[in-house]
């Protein structure tokens, strides 16, 4: 991934926090909402490598913490990590339009739940009980369903390459 | 020898990464520990600005479009409420008769006059961007005159019902705790029966609250549909304000008191604009 498409990239992903909590958020089902922002960092993160995939994921963490009611550094400590798996999957795996993505997804979101666990069992023990619920798997769902058409609108744009000289593991 | 230099630059990937674990891990621990952490202020003073500008601009596109099908709305909606008006003006006479009637009631049994507050409105701007926390963004902040632990509260199907509090404020806009949220308690009480308990959510705009402590006793005096409203005891809350509607009562054996499931009378999913209570008249 080229430098300039890595700084498109990394703007287009705060653009898409904004986005999330204004107009995105009219999209849900049963009050949930997909996380955008989970998926776009999955993604660029794979054509980024685990270095800038971190450093993405800590700074779009600490932006989310700020807009939510969430405690700063939850959110950018959850991403950072993610944003860092995701970015050892660099040159390894290969990205198909559907398939690889949705699994490197529903893995983002089962470890977002966990680490969200894990953090509130410490911090706010009275939350910690209703990550595990109906709402992750309607998440799980709603991330799945939208990863296929953020992939396509990456491609499009020229965020991600068209062709991936990566090999398959 | 161990060189600290060389073990960094050749682990680059995972030296960074436990220092930003490190960092966030920091910040949460200060978070928490209910200080008053400016960082996180300042932080969302600079990003609402950002959510205000896309909320303008998209209220200006859709408000350009509805107001094309809203002018033939409006003219059947006015014809609609000028008959109101006129079933309203016959209502009110009987209306005022009855609080007569009222004020000699109270005065007799020596009760405080109703108090009169006074409002801020204020419109939704953001959401949280994520599922675990439930709060809201609004339009107003401390230069409206809002304060944390404000009450917020909206108008919706004839009901005012309670939204939650104001749990942080910038110059511009403020952030609302939602009494939907798992950490969100509100003291509250059964409106005809009057026993008393508390009330938290669970966390998703769509789910109901749970009043816990609410003695077993009064299990025969409780129907579902009965109003729950805010108790006024110690608390940030007046009293009065509508909660929910009982929508189930469990009664479990291991308990001593009973555990009651409640719809909420605000349909969060829908709620626009809310109204702050600043002060008492």
């Known amino acids: ?169 | 020898m161990f060189n600290p230099g060389n073990f960094i630059r050749k682990y680059k990937s995972a030296s960074l990464l436990f220092l930003c674990i490190l960092i966030s891990f920091l910040l949460i621990s200060l978070s928490t520990g209910k200080l008053n952490f400016a960082p996180k202020r300042l932080g969302s003073s600079v990003f609402s600005i950002f959510q205000l500008t896309v909320n303008s601009t998209s209220n200006f596109f859709s408000n350009t479009f509805n107001s094309i099908g809203e002018l033939k709305k409006l003219k059947s909606e006015q014809e609609l409420l000028l008959l109101k008006v006129q079933e309203y003006q016959i209502r009110d006479r009987s209306f005022l008769e009855l609080k007569e009637e009222n004020i000699r009631l109270r005065e007799q049994l020596d009760l405080k006059k109703t108090s009169n507050f006074t409002f801020v409105s204020a419109e939704i701007i953001a959401h949280d961007p994520g599922n675990t926390f439930t709060s809201f963004v609004i339009n107003k902040g401390s230069s409206h005159g809002i304060n944390i632990n404000m009450p917020v509260l909206a108008y919706q199907d004839g009901f005012q019902g309670l939204v939650g509090k104001v749990i942080e404020t910038t110059y511009l806009t403020s952030k609302i705790i939602l009494i939907i949220d798992n950490t969100s308690y509100v003291a509250s009480r059964l409106l005809e029966s009057r026993y008393d308990g508390l009330t938290n959510g669970e966390g998703v705009k769509t789910s109901n609250l749970i009043m816990n402590y609410v003695s077993k006793n009064a299990r025969k005096s409780l129907n579902e549909g009965d109003l729950v409203v805010t108790s006024g005891m110690q608390s940030i809350y007046p009293g009065g304000i509508y909660i929910g509607r009982i929508r189930n009562i469990d009664v479990p054996e291991w308990q001593t008191s009973l555990v009651l499931k409640i719809e909420p009378v605000i349909d969060f999913t829908s709620l626009e604009y809310v109204l702050i209570l600043t002060g008492e008249k």
Do not use: C, W
Request: hydrophobic fraction near 55%; glycine fraction near 6%; aromatic fraction near 12%.
């Open chain 1, 1 to 169: 991934m080229n430098k300039k498409n890595s700084y498109f990239g990394i703007i287009l992903v705060f653009i898409t926090l904004i986005l999330q909590t204004t107009i995105l958020a009219n999209i849900s089902f049963k009050g949930i909402k997909p996380d955008y922002v989970l998926i776009m960092l999955i993604l660029l993160s794979n054509n980024m490598g685990s270095i800038k995939g971190q450093l993405l994921g800590f700074s779009t963490g600490i932006v989310e913490d700020f807009l939510s009611l969430s405690p700063l550094g939850f959110n950018s400590l959850i991403k950072t990590i993610i944003g860092y798996l995701s970015g050892t999957t660099y040159g390894k795996i290969f990205l198909d339009p559907i398939f690889v993505p949705i699994i490197f997804v529903f893995l983002g979101t089962l470890i977002k739940s966990l680490l969200s666990y894990l953090l509130l069992s410490i911090f706010i023990a009275e939350k910690a009980e209703f990550i595990f619920t109906s709402a992750l798997l309607i998440e799980i769902a709603l991330n799945i369903l939208i990863t296929p058409l953020l992939y396509l609108i990456l491609k499009l744009i020229r965020v991600l390459p068209f062709s991936n000289n990566s090999r398959i593991l």
